[in-house]
């Protein structure tokens, strides 16, 4: 197997075509002719994940953000980035990244939240192209229900901890948009599209100050787009049935955002 079978399946799966301008998708240590013997799929691309790679015998990993994103002025031990691409170098571990790739596609990141809270005729909520792409989706809950009772119902639904939230509506929700990760900049086009409840993350402070008759929810980061990994597993047990895939065994501890007090 080579490490270019196994980017082309996932491809297929989200094209690096559709990936957004200021994103970094694809390849990003490693040849395509490389020979792969296992591949680990996590969510985020640390020196832990490289190590953990190597103990299951893997020379591939695949993550849905980008281990380099912005760019890189140097190189050290010292820094998470630095140590990771150095640790991936130094083990020949190949490293693979499908992030807005994986978030435009329906079957992706906010389809799957979409699935998750059972929302009917579910569509993306930002169509490109021939509209089949697009970021976040947009449908309507199984019953309509307020505020209160749709913050219990994502909670439970996520399996959350907490949920940042504006003032819960007291008249009732059918509509919902969605939008995995940072969503703040769409709460205007959600509210275009007849939302009357935005689940998204990394909602700043003064997006909570909603109009009449529309919610936001912040539900975390890593919380609304962690499901992904499944996906991309799936995508490389589906294609390859025989090949040795498998899931971080520390994605649950990998949130890098910690909850006290609760």
Not at 130 to 151: H, Q, R, S, Y
Not at 157 to 172: C, D, N, V, Y
Not at 198 to 224: C, K, L, Q, R, W
């Amino acid at each position: 197997m080579k490490v270019g079978d196994i980017t082309g399946a996932l491809e297929v799966f989200a094209p690096l075509r559709i990936q957004e301008q200021w994103d970094n998708s694809g390849l990003l240590i490693g040849s395509p002719e490389d020979q792969v013997h296992g591949v680990l799929v996590g969510f985020d691309c640390t020196p832990e994940l490289i190590e953990e790679a190597v103990e299951k015998g893997c020379d591939m990993v695949v993550t849905h953000h980008p281990l380099i994103f912005q760019g890189i002025k140097r190189i050290n031990a010292n820094d998470p980035v630095g140590a990771a691409v150095m640790c991936a170098v130094k083990k020949g571990v190949a490293v693979y990244a499908a992030h807005t790739t994986a978030d435009k596609v329906i079957a992706g990141v906010s389809g799957a939240m979409a699935r998750r809270l059972e929302l009917k005729n579910v569509e993306i909520m930002v169509p490109e192209e021939d509209g089949t792409v697009g970021l976040g989706c947009i449908g309507n809950f199984p019953e309509p229900m307020n505020g209160k009772e749709a913050l219990k119902y994502v909670k439970e639904k996520f399996g959350l901890k907490m949920i940042r939230s504006s003032k819960p509506l007291e008249t009732p929700i059918k509509r919902v948009a969605l939008l995995g990760g940072s969503g703040g900049s769409e709460i205007p086009l959600a509210r275009a599209k007849g939302a009357q409840l935005y689940i998204t993350a990394d909602i700043s402070y003064h997006n909570f100050f909603t109009p009449d008759g529309f919610m936001v929810m912040d539900i975390g980061h890593f919380e609304s787009e962690v499901e992904i990994v499944d996906i991309f597993l799936a995508q490389i047990r589906k294609n390859f049935p025989t090949f040795a895939s498998y899931k971080s065994a520390v994605l649950d501890r990998s949130n890098p955002v910690h909850y006290f007090g609760l």
